[in-house]
């Protein structure tokens, strides 16, 4: 089916169903909770006499600023349901048990395929954000649709968040052309922005701490390890230190950035970042993966954080010698 035939196939099954579920991955993020939440929102506006749910297990509170899912509902409800993914690429990474138990399952994602869940696979490599995927399903069918300023908040929050507020790689045309459609409508930007960016001045310690302490590698690793130790000692949590991980970009002659924090005794997790090098490889061989310049994965011990930056300078010594002159 091209483009086109699968997007048609998704009304079709919405159309079909009277309850509807959107399911999504585990740790959501700002595009997971900002497409969900802003499909749902579109479902219930175009279908006002269908159940349309949103349901995940309660996460941080960090992106609340978008909306509340919906509590679980009990499993038998799925019998009936039409189920829709958003944004997960793999079966195991699906925050919800009971999806397995629906008639029909849709994966809607923008993740390098890893695994077709869904008795409809839709993916779509060529858009940045799974909210930008639910934009353009909405703009192809705006005469069966509806939009209000709450879904295209939450999809463009969605969007922002993914780009790295339309700075990384897959921002193209199409992504600015959806962000506008998006944009048409009567939300504050200026809101948005102060809650992705305001921070505790707890970050900002550990933010200079970093600055100071990184380490490097010979041909252009820069990395820091966060240890359960220094989470207690700037009272800042792994996840808030975790998002710190860019303060590491723009190093030149440095084109892989990783993190590792440690998770409970020993058990490091690991985020990689690059520009250029695609490290989503080196990822998948230590239980993780991801997007080309972005993927996480975990260790144990200091033995294979050892290793993984060892891997990492290699990466970047072999390409630094085919393309001699990089930054
Ligand atoms: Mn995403």
Redesign the pocket.
């Known amino acids: 089916m091209n483009n086109l035939e699968l997007k048609r196939a998704i009304l079709q099954k919405i159309e079909e169903f009277q309850t509807i579920i959107i399911a999504r991955h585990v740790k959501p993020?700002g595009?997971?909770i900002g497409s969900s939440l802003g499909l749902r929102e579109i479902l219930r506006l175009s279908f006002p006499e269908k159940r349309i749910l949103s349901v995940g297990r309660p996460a941080s509170s960090f992106f609340d600023f978008i909306g509340s899912e919906d509590p679980d509902v009990g499993e038998e409800i799925y019998r009936e349901a039409l189920v829709i993914v958003l944004?997960t690429a793999n079966r195991d990474r699906i925050d919800n048990e009971n999806y397995i138990r629906a008639p029909f399952v849709i994966k809607i994602d923008?993740?390098i395929p890893v695994e077709d869940y869904g008795h409809i696979n839709y993916v779509r490599e060529d858009l940045p954000?799974?909210a930008l995927i639910i934009a353009d399903f909405y703009e192809t069918f705006k005469n069966k649709l509806k939009m209000n300023s709450f879904a295209a908040r939450a999809l463009f929050i969605?969007t922002v968040t993914?780009t790295g507020r339309f700075k990384y790689s897959g921002v193209n045309a199409e992504t600015l052309k959806l962000a506008a459609m998006l944009l048409s409508y009567d939300f504050d930007i200026t809101k948005i922005y102060s809650y992705l960016y305001i921070r505790d001045i707890s970050e900002f310690k550990m933010h200079g701490y970093i600055l100071n302490k990184f380490k490097t590698t010979p041909r252009g690793v820069a990395y820091f390890v966060i240890t359960q130790r220094l989470l207690k000692k700037f009272n800042i949590s792994a996840e808030a230190a975790s998002s710190l991980i860019n303060v590491l970009d723009s190093i030149r002659g440095h084109l892989i950035w990783i993190f590792f924090v440690e998770n409970k005794k020993g058990v490091y997790r690991v985020r990689l970042r690059s520009r250029l090098i695609p490290i989503n490889e080196l990822a998948a061989r230590y239980e993780g993966g991801g997007h080309a310049q972005a993927s996480g994965a975990t260790v144990r011990g200091k033995g294979q954080i050892k290793k993984l930056v060892i891997e990492a300078d290699l990466l970047v010594g072999e390409y630094k010698d085919r393309n001699p002159g990089a930054f």
């Open positions: 993020d595009d997971c944004d923008h993740h954000a799974t969605g993914d």
